[in-house]
């Protein structure tokens, strides 16, 4: 059995929210075709923002991993490229606080681009602690061929960029605002 699209869902979320009663009784009229609204579940799967961001995160991903997969990169080593492409070095605190990482999820990712000749990892001389990521040619010159990138994910999701944007503005606001939660139950 397979799962519900997400329009499917938004369709169901739909029908489940307005219903027609129509009253057919001996002595009343028929069919007045009155709308009423029924109560809305809280708890209805459809309803819920964080089933739709984990569902719109793990669709939006399965469209970046076939074009990911010929530049050998993973979806999370490719958004530390992109924080490389945009300031190298950085260090690894550094890339974490950028990605929302912990430096246990980033260690990993850290040592495969190196090993795949992309970056490198050297103790800062200041601070023997600070590890510190730096792009090699080979990592500089793969960002050429990762501006693809971007295009594709739209033309292959068939959406507005001017609807992504503001996707995209709703998505921070959400961020935000859960992080500020995050830190002051902190």
Not at 5 to 27: F, L, N, P, R
Not at 122 to 141: A, K, M, V, W
Request: charged letters at 20%; hydrophobic letters at 45%; aromatic letters at 2%.
């Amino acid at each position: 059995m397979t799962s519900p699209t997400m329009s499917e869902m938004a369709k169901v979320e739909e029908d489940s929210i307005d219903v027609q009663m129509s009253k057919q009784d001996s002595g009343s009229a028929t069919n007045t075709g009155a709308e009423i609204s029924a109560p809305v579940d809280p708890l209805a799967l459809e309803r819920q923002v964080c089933f739709a961001l984990v569902v719109a995160a793990r669709s939006v991903l399965s469209v970046y991993r076939p074009l990911l997969e010929p530049m050998g990169l993973t979806h999370p080593q490719y958004l530390v490229m992109l924080a490389l492409w945009e300031n190298s070095p950085l260090s690894v605190r550094e890339i974490g606080a950028l990605l929302q990482l912990d430096s246990p999820t980033l260690s990993p990712l850290l040592k495969r681009l190196a090993i795949a000749g992309l970056v490198t990892r050297t103790r800062s001389d200041d601070d023997e602690r600070r590890l510190i990521i730096e792009l090699t040619q080979n990592g500089r010159e793969l960002r050429e061929r990762a501006t693809l990138i971007p295009p594709a994910v739209v033309a292959r999701l068939g959406i507005e960029i001017s609807e992504l944007e503001l996707l995209h503005t709703a998505l921070t606001k959400v961020i935000v605002a859960a992080l500020e939660v995050s830190q002051s139950s902190q």
